[in-house]
């Protein structure tokens, strides 16, 4: 009988996360720094999208249509309930393995496929299916974003993962999985503890292991535990989307695009004298030690002008979404960088206000005290810290807007249910907003308008019923009379920190 898992860990659920790099809005402006126009997006597809929490967002948060598949049925079974609550029309769901998704008929030509996680975990024969897909199904000028794990930044890890997985492989048929994973752990640790020969050599494995055992073990099953994991090489990976007529882009950040705040200036100097592209990608990955790519790849690339780059910006509505004291001019990635306060300080000012503001009179406003150019730079490098977020077209907004509050809705009705998601949907950015549980009862009271001077008694309400305890100091409080006085505080700081983001992004 086929195995329909094909090596992939299936009977162990993934974590429920959200990945906003998955939303198309994300790519524009690391497009327009690249010179590029990014597409527009009508037909999207994620390529195994876990619990389906992104996919959902992003069918009720844009225009696009989406299609995905994950053939752990528990993943597609969830996204499907969630879809089905907020606008079926707008989402197919599958549980099929990707060759047989691929070979549906009904699927459209896509502007945007996307592939979070999956590159690293799946065997080649997979991962030529899924180059085979994006050749016929990715339209000309559309886009990939693939995140995978990377060469050489997880040498160091490889013994660890062979470890785990050989012990892991041996214990399973006899435990269950969470306890044999654990078992595991302590069998890599008993056994590096008397390697001398290995860890004088590679120190680091020790803290690795040590980072390791604090993950999730749902999260350790799938990354490290399945048949098949490969990171690579750039070059690697752009030697197999070669056969889809694919083109690096560029960084799903702009920060990760941003030498300042990448490479000593020894480092920057030896980066500028290579020429070729693909060479320097994997400069970059041997300089940083990077781990893990988000990156973008188009089939079809025709660069712009600076006369049509400009043009391009000048279209974009921005919205600044965080409190003007908690904006740093320190920019800190692999080095430290600063945001110069004569160009910053003005663009704050400006946008302080928390209105939709657009760059054409940004540009217009500020001409005389910086170029269009260092405008869109800086505008780039606070969008990469999400400070400020680029809005969607008001006609957009308003038609996803019903869509996103039944979403919101789902998530407070579900808020301590078993895979409780934890982000709420906003018509303005298209993507979604990681929100906790306490600001979420929060925003449930105030659309309920409830009294402000009752919400911590809604809140205890709550979490009495679903038998939660607040905690303080990494102390459960027990007393009602505690977790009022907590609540109070808490109360406090989400109407400082958090209820006008939540107005201005339209959550509530």
């Not at 300089?287 to 893990?292: A, G, M, S």
């Not at 999400?386 to 509050?405: G, R």
């Amino acid at each position: 009988m086929k195995n329909w898992s094909e090596g992939y860990i299936n009977d162990v659920n993934y974590t429920v996360g959200y990945y906003d790099s998955l939303n198309p809005n994300q790519m524009t402006i690391p497009f327009l720094m690249s010179n590029l126009q990014p597409p527009k997006v009508i037909n999207a597809c994620e390529l195994g999208f876990g619990f389906g929490v992104s996919i959902n967002v992003h069918a009720a948060a844009s225009s696009a249509k989406w299609y995905g598949t994950d053939f752990n049925p528990s993943h597609a079974l969830f996204a499907q309930q969630i879809s089905d609550q907020v606008n079926p029309n707008k989402l197919v769901v599958s549980d099929e393995a990707f060759a047989e998704f691929c070979e549906r008929p009904d699927l459209p030509d896509f502007d945007f496929i996307a592939l979070h996680g999956i590159w690293s975990w799946i065997s080649p024969q997979n991962r030529q299916v899924i180059v085979d897909f994006i050749q016929h199904k990715l339209k000309v000028g559309g886009v990939v974003y693939i995140s995978y794990n990377t060469l050489p930044g997880w040498a160091s890890k490889s013994p660890i993962r062979y470890l785990l997985n050989h012990s892991y492989t041996n214990l399973s048929s006899s435990q269950n999985k969470q306890d044999a994973i654990k078992l595991s752990l302590e069998n890599v640790k008993a056994l590096l503890s008397v390697s001398d020969a290995l860890i004088e050599k590679s120190p680091k494995l020790l803290s690795e292991l040590e980072h390791i055992e604090k993950q999730n073990i749902n999260y350790l099953i799938h990354e490290y535990l399945n048949k098949d994991w490969q990171p690579m090489y750039f070059s690697e990976v752009e030697d197999a989307l070669k056969q889809a007529k694919l083109t690096y882009t560029c960084s799903a950040s702009y920060l990760d695009d941003f030498d300042d705040v990448l490479f000593n200036e020894k480092q920057l100097e030896f980066m500028d004298q290579i020429k070729d592209p693909s060479l320097k990608q994997t400069a970059k990955d041997f300089i940083l030690n990077k781990q893990f790519r988000r990156d973008y790849w188009t089939k079809g690339q025709l660069p712009l002008t600076e006369h049509q780059v400009e043009k391009e910006w000048r279209k974009l509505n921005i919205l600044l979404i965080k409190q003007v004291k908690n904006i740093s001019k320190e920019l800190v990635k692999y080095q430290g960088a600063e945001i110069k306060e004569e160009y910053l300080q003005p663009i704050i000012e400006k946008l302080s206000d928390y209105k939709v503001h657009s760059l054409d009179s940004l540009c217009n406003d500020l001409k005389e005290i910086m170029q269009p150019v260092v405008l869109f730079k800086v505008i780039a490098l606070l969008a990469s810290r999400d400070d400020i977020v680029v809005v969607q077209p008001d006609d957009v907004i308003k038609a996803v807007k019903a869509d996103c509050d039944k979403f919101n809705q789902m998530v407070i009705d579900n808020l301590f249910s078993l895979n409780a998601v934890n982000i709420l949907a906003s018509p303005v950015t298209g993507g979604g907003i990681k929100m906790n549980n306490i600001e979420i009862i929060f925003i449930s009271a105030y659309k309920q308008k409830t009294p402000e001077k009752k919400w911590e008694a809604y809140a205890y309400s709550i979490l009495k019923l679903h038998n939660q305890m607040l905690l303080k100091d990494n102390q459960a409080l027990k007393e009602e009379d505690e977790s009022l006085e907590e609540l109070s505080r808490l109360k406090q700081e989400f109407l400082k920190e958090s209820l006008d983001v939540a107005k201005i992004l339209k959550l509530v």
